[in-house]
Nanobody, 120 residues
Framework: QVQLVESGGGLVQAGGSLRLSCAASGRIFRINAMGWDRQAPGKKRELVAA???????NYADSVKGRFTISRDNPKNTVYLQMNSLNPEDTSVYYC??????????????WGPGTQVTVSS
């Protein structure tokens, strides 16, 4: 089986920074795209950032210029550096990855989520 485990969430004041990490483990043949979603109470889940296996990033307009996604392929890990945080960034952040467990099968996986709370 495959597991994704996030870390790095917490409480921070507006204007502050946090760095999220997500490590994939288990029966992994290859990891394709990795990324981060978030969902605030009463709101739809939204894409925050994604990164291809080759390192090309993509960001939601709301986080461009403030968040940076990166990955360490040998460690099967994706990171999200979040700067200039504001209360609207308060959400549960979910790591996701498209993972091949063998040559023929690729599935999407999500972590359990990590809470990020930004106080004003």
């Amino acid at each position: 089986q495959v597991q994704l485990v996030e870390s790095g969430g917490g409480l921070v004041q507006a204007g502050g920074s946090l760095r999220l990490s997500c490590a994939a483990s288990g029966r992994i043949f290859r990891i394709n795209a990795m990324g981060w979603d978030r969902q605030a109470p009463g709101k739809k889940r939204e894409l925050v950032a994604a990164i291809t296996s080759g390192g090309t990033p993509n960001y939601a307009d709301s986080v461009k210029g403030r968040f940076t996604i990166s990955r360490d392929n040998p460690k099967n890990t994706v990171y999200l550096q979040m700067n200039s945080l504001n209360p609207e960034d308060t959400s549960v952040y979910y790591c996701n990855a498209r993972i091949r467990t063998n040559v023929w099968v690729a599935n999407a996986y999500w972590g359990p989520g990590t809470q990020v709370t930004v106080s004003s």
